[in-house]
């Protein structure tokens, strides 16, 4: 048998964290079982599904890399298909019109809840057989008997009793299927065979295992996901900080690093931390997948980012450092090849924002020197060092890492200075600031021409701030 997974995120929002971990699931699931992995955008609901909210789950897909099978499915297209099975049920006997008016229910409510009961529909017009009404909703005759078993994959079994269950709506009075519904007969035609889900739906599970028998459809497995908590315990949202996949692409996160944080969300594999999207797909199992709720924790992403910055080919992080250099309105043709600024820095930066950042001085001027690094190093003599330095640097022939690295060291012996005292004011006049790769780095990247202005315009400036 071939496994088919979906993900049906309704597109009401950003595509967040929680839900890039069930896309996540779905698809190693499949993929691991060379099997297929569809999306499917339940996009029913009108009044709250947006087109911008469309565009973000394909960004987020796109970017993560979590590839799909087929066209994706949009639910308003399907809405023929769910009128011809409600009528099949109603043909069946197993749905009926029902028209207690929103007053009925609600009185209906607060009596149940004054007798402390689960508030549930009484089944009032179960028996009434009504006829097509324009004003009524269809309801699912729900067996009044008997249990519903979801054999889960991870929580085990879950036991129903129908008596929990009343009837509920499958179509709206104004002929719109409701989610219950909709869900049920995708996953039948679409034949997946797997539904991997966050728990927040398994009080679903019953209702839509009880329609798909009715419709003597073949019941997919079901894989309920934990809760993803935030660091103080409630469930993880907007407060906590990004929870937006494209966010963290904002912020300078890999989608490798992303992935392999979202993995590990409610999956382990004994203490092991880093999984590449292969060994992910070699490794991953349902049965893997914890019972509890994991709590979200933004520093080991961080860490993660920083671990797949250093480690990875640094022809893909210079694909994604280019994206942020563009963001940031730097022309990168105007310098270094982006793969060497990536090994310089990759050390010291754990987001790529942070990298585009500190890299910018390679292909732009900077309008001012940090102030502290300025203040520390443009001292009164800086200048004659850094004169020193620039007619030495003028004079050589090649512009060689090496060579530059010798003549400072040189530079700072005859002088009877530290190295740091001839080195950082060389730094910050190039840089623009007290942090930049090695210095023979820096220089090499740099290149002549841009070195040698940047050091005469620092001597101007100190000479300038001393007053001399
Ligand atoms: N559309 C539902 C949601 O976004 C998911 C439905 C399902 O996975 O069955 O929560």
Known sequence: MTIKTRFAPSPTGYLHVGGARTALFSWLYARKKEGQFILRIEDTDLERSTQASVDAIFDGMNWLGLSYDEEPFFQTQRFDRYKEIIQQLLDQGDAYYCTCSREDLEQLREQQKANKEKPRYNGKCRLAEITADTEAVIRFKNPENGEVIIKDLVKGDIVVANKELDDLIIARSDGTPTYNLTVVVDDMDMGVTHVIRGDDHINNTPRQINI?????????????????????????????????????????YLPDALLNYLVRLGWSQGDREIFSLDEMIALFDLKDVNVSASTFNPKKLLWLNHHYIMNSDPE?????????????????????????????????????????????????????????????????????????????????????????????????????????????????????????????????????????????????????????
């Open 212 to 252: 798909l028998k009715a419709l003597q459809a073949a019941l997919p497995q079901y894989a309920h996901l934990p809760m993803i908590l935030g660091s103080d315990g409630a469930r993880l949202s907007k407060r906590h900080g990004a929870v937006s996949v494209m966010q963290y692409r904002d912020e300078g």
């Open 316 to 468: 893909h992080i210079a694909h994604h450092l280019q994206w942020h250099m563009t963001q940031q309105g730097v022309d990168i043709n105007d310098g270094p090849e982006l793969v060497k600024i990536v090994k310089a820095q990759r050390e010291r930066c754990k987001t790529l924002v942070e990298m585009a950042v500190a890299s910018q001085y390679f292909y732009q001027e900077f309008d001012s020197y940090d102030e502290k690094a300025a203040k520390k190093n443009f001292k009164l003599g800086s200048d004659e060092v850094l004169q020193t330095l620039l007619d030495q640097f003028s004079r050589l022939q090649e512009w060689d890492g090496k060579k530059l690295h010798q003549i400072v060291l040189d530079t700072a012996e005859n002088l009877e200075f530290k190295l740091g005292k001839v080195a950082q004011p060389l730094r910050v006049a190039i840089s623009g600031a007290g942090v930049s790769p090695a210095i023979d780095i820096t220089l090499s990247l740099l290149g002549r021409e841009k070195t040698l202005e940047r050091m005469a315009k620092a001597i101007s400036f100190i000479k300038e701030k001393n007053k001399i």
